[in-house]
């Protein structure tokens, strides 16, 4: 017996051997692999990411219960998923996420009051990584582990697209926002008959953002050549579109688009754009970048001494970090403005200003304003004010109901799903801003644009960038 | 000379292990009577990890393919889904077989051009032709380009039944990966593939016909990689490309894979388990889920350069799916009574 053992031995040595061999080749690869997938995921995501160090961990759950006093009776708690990026090349729209939070654990600690009945308030925070894949995993791990009663969700269509499909196909009711409606409801096929049954949408479209950024161009004298960067990505893809995006409306008001076509994300040169650009006379550059993109385009554009007089641009300038990232490069980047603190709305929850909202923000974070702070508020305003309008909590149709009847006047304007563009669309209003020279802050988004709500006061006019 | 020397591949452990696992499949194949919706979109997850890590190891382990491609493969799946399912209109379980099987029709060409390199010149190669599949499907608004499309035809499924049918196609694809690389392994080509592995050059003056071998390999893992990806999306339900055909998908199979134990059958099953309880455990805390995912595989290469099953085998030598020959040696007595 012991000699078959010993046989066992022998073979194992020799397969060990081969194994430790093929073993070194293959670790090798797999180190490349491993070794360069942080890499990859840093070009996009290190730039944004890295002031988020102080991000909250990815998942937060915040439990209340209610200190019921007298009268009503205590119910079952409440869940409410909310899924947005903290982490990865989209972490700017996640950036307000710990504020806001941790107000709403402050707001629900008495319980939210549902037909006269307390119910406590759980809020079950989710990080999309940036990554759709991942993003529709925690909405189905939300909706079927934790069983939530509701999911909130927001930016980007990456992000609001996968979870309101989820949501869509489990049956269970979805607010999102921070997304052009368009991509959000034309991009997962929606049918303007039919519209979706769990899923609701509040933001504005395309058609605002493009009457804003004409308005902002009337304010400066230009040769009226337009140069575009639309990534090929659900934002890119809906500017673009011939007839639902800019070019359309831009061409009736006299404007020629120069289209170098759509370029993947995390693009390392941009030199053909530029020096196409450079070729047309373009004196505007317009465009939806993620930010990494924006600031790699802008710093190429300065070397190769392209100076166009007007940038405007979305998602890439929404946030004084990406600004900051251009250093010197920042001053006079105009972009489309959906919340800031000058809006005249409150909350329905707080009772706080937007003034005061962000003043509040700035106070527990030393952070300047964003505005996502803004949103992701309103969307748990919406959120609260749907379940405890709801007839029976524990009927997702009647929350899904009570959601379709909403009007509520919040942070970002009043909300209402009846008339929206299409079925389960709600509109918010949107002005322009320019990114100048700041007092506490390196750079101030001035408002400059108002046309849609001349309640928000405007701090000037476009300027053109300095040095065109 | 009475005394044969024998050549036995089943052992006690391995036949205690075929019933085990006859057991497991069957317990697994009445999950979707008893476990919850959440537990079963877990274990979709788990057993379409483990079919894609299976086949990196019968590719990477066994046939010394190291390919940081079959991303591709998934990628092809999940828009073999949506093609079938959507714009041809066959019922969407049907269209992730069929898209499996579309993944290993275009292993073929893949294999033409990717076999024409060899050791880190083909694991470079297969990820750019990866990179080349990953930019068709972007540049293609047929398949929703950029935007990415949402599979509607398995969203308009009843939830019970997309939940279910999802389940056994996930666990066909997991199951039927660790069944197939065995039964490949227990054949003819099984013992070319150990030749291969062992020396290419001498195993090519054997007689052994190399490129055949490996590209039967090469299309049993795009099948594998294929069907697996469809059924991710089956339960995804959106396809977006950069995400479809991300170079993430190998990185997860390598990891499995070297955390397991390569170039065994159950170093795979062991590595899945071990990446779904580390999931679980840690992916609240954001980045450092990812630094403690690299720590331990920089621990388990430093530590067990076999992944934690070879600890196992060596320990108990203690294997549960006899792919290998051990020569057994006559009785002593029987030894004595012949000197």
Redo the contacts between chains.
């Keep these: ?1 012991e ?3 010993g ?2 031995d022998r ?2 040595a020799l ?2 051997r ?3 061999r ?2 070194i ?6 180190g ?3 070794g ?3 890499v ?1 995921a840093a070009c996009g995501g290190g730039e944004e990411a890295a002031p988020e160090t102080t ?1 909250p ?3 937060t759950v915040a439990t209340t219960t209610p200190a019921t006093t007298g009268g009503g009776a205590t119910g079952r708690p409440l869940k409410i998923g909310y899924v947005t990026p ?2 990865g090349a989209l972490a700017g729209f996640g950036e307000a996420d710990t504020f806001v939070l941790a107000e709403m654990e402050k707001r629900f600690a008495d319980g939210l009051d549902v037909g006269g009945t307390t119910h406590p308030v759980e809020i079950v925070a989710r ?1 999309s990584e940036s ?3 991942r993003a ?2 925690v909405a ?2 939300l909706v ?4 939530v009663d509701l999911v909130l969700v927001e930016g980007t ?2 992000t609001t ?2 979870v309101s ?2 949501c ?4 269970v009711p979805c607010i999102s926002s921070v997304a052009p409606w368009q ?1 959000w409801f034309f ?3 929606g049918d303007p008959a039919a519209g979706f049954q769990w899923t609701y949408h509040f933001f504005w479209g395309l058609e605002d953002i493009i009457a804003v950024f004409l308005s902002m161009w009337s304010q400066v004298e230009t040769n009226k050549m337009v140069g575009a960067i639309w ?4 934002d ?3 500017w673009g579109d011939p007839e639902l995006g800019f070019p359309k409306p831009l061409t009736e008001a006299g404007y020629t688009i120069t289209d170098p076509g ?1 370029y ?2 995390l693009t390392d040169d941009f030199s053909a754009q530029i020096s196409e650009f450079k070729s047309k006379g373009v004196e505007i550059v317009t465009g939806v970048p993620i930010p990494p993109d924006w600031t790699t385009f802008w710093t190429q554009a300065a070397q190769q001494g392209f100076k166009p007089k007007i940038a405007s641009i979305g998602k890439a300038l929404l946030f004084p970090a990406s600004v900051e990232a251009l250093g010197e490069l920042g001053d006079g980047m105009s972009t489309e403005v959906w919340w800031s603190p000058t809006h005249p709305f409150t909350s329905s929850l707080t009772g706080q200003s937007a003034g005061d909202l962000a003043a509040a923000y700035t106070t527990a974070t030393q952070r300047q304003w964003t505005q996502p702070i803004g949103f992701a508020h309103a969307l748990f305003e919406v959120g609260a004010d749907a379940l405890s309008r709801s007839a029976d909590v524990d009927d997702k149709a009647a929350i899904a109901a009570a959601i379709a009847a909403t009007s509520l006047d919040t942070v970002v304007g009043n909300i209402t799903w009846e008339g929206g563009p299409v079925p389960n669309v709600a509109k918010t209003k949107l002005v322009g801003g320019q990114w100048s020279p700041g007092t506490d802050f390196p750079y101030d988004l001035v408002i400059v644009e108002n046309a849609a709500l001349p309640d928000v006061p405007t701090g000037g006019t476009l300027r053109p960038i300095p040095g065109s | 000379m009475s005394g044969e020397l024998t050549v036995v591949r089943a052992t006690t452990a391995s036949r205690l292990g075929a019933v085990a696992g006859v057991a497991a499949l069957t317990a697994l194949a009445t999950v979707p009577f008893w476990a919850s919706a959440g537990d079963m979109r877990l274990l979709v997850e788990a057993l379409t990890l483990l079919a894609l890590a299976q086949m990196w190891n019968l590719l990477a382990g066994y046939a010394g393919l190291v390919s940081i491609g079959q991303q591709a493969f998934v990628g092809i799946g999940a828009y073999g889904l949506y093609y079938f399912g959507d714009k041809v209109g066959v019922h969407p379980f049907l269209a992730a077989g069929l898209a499996g099987l579309a993944a290993a029709a275009l292993a073929i060409p893949t294999a033409g051009l990717a076999f024409r390199l060899r050791g880190g010149y083909f694991a470079i190669g297969t990820w750019v032709i990866a990179e080349v599949y990953h930019l068709l499907a972007v540049n293609t608004s047929y398949l929703g380009g950029g935007s990415g499309v949402t599979v509607g035809s398995a969203a308009a499924l009843e939830r019970g039944t997309r939940e279910d049918g999802t389940y056994w196609l996930a666990l066909a694809a997991g199951a039927g990966a660790v069944i197939l690389v065995y039964a490949v392994l227990r054949s003819r080509l099984g013992l070319a593939l150990t030749a291969i592995r062992d020396n290419e050059e001498a195993a090519e003056s054997l007689g052994v016909d190399l490129v055949r071998a490996k590209l039967v390999v090469y299309v049993l893992a795009g099948l594998g990689c294929g069907l697996a990806g469809a059924v991710i999306y089956l339960n995804l339900l959106r396809i977006q490309p950069d995400a479809a055909f991300t170079v993430n998908w190998t990185a997860y199979m390598i990891f499995i894979v070297v955390i397991g134990g390569i170039g065994t059958i159950e170093g795979p099953i062991v590595g899945t388990a071990v990446f779904f309880v580390l999931r679980e455990l840690l992916s609240g805390y954001g980045t450092w889920y990812l630094v403690a995912l690299g720590g331990v595989a920089v621990v388990v290469m430093l530590a067990a350069p076999g992944g934690l099953w070879s600890l196992v085998q060596r320990r108990f030598d203690l294997r549960l799916f006899p792919v290998q020959r051990r020569l057994r040696l006559p009785p002593a007595p029987e030894r004595e009574a012949n000197p």
């Design positions: 017996m000699k078959q053992t046989g066992g073979y194992d397969v060990e081969i194994t430790r093929n073993f080749k293959i670790a090798g690869a797999a490349l692999v491993a360069l997938a942080p990859l991000a961990a990815t998942e903290q982490t990080d990554d759709p894949n529709a995993e189905g791990s079927l582990d934790d069983g269509p990456e697209n996968p499909d989820t869509e196909a489990n049956g991509p991009g997962r096929n990534p090929n990505d659900g890119g893809n809906a759509r993947p994300n």
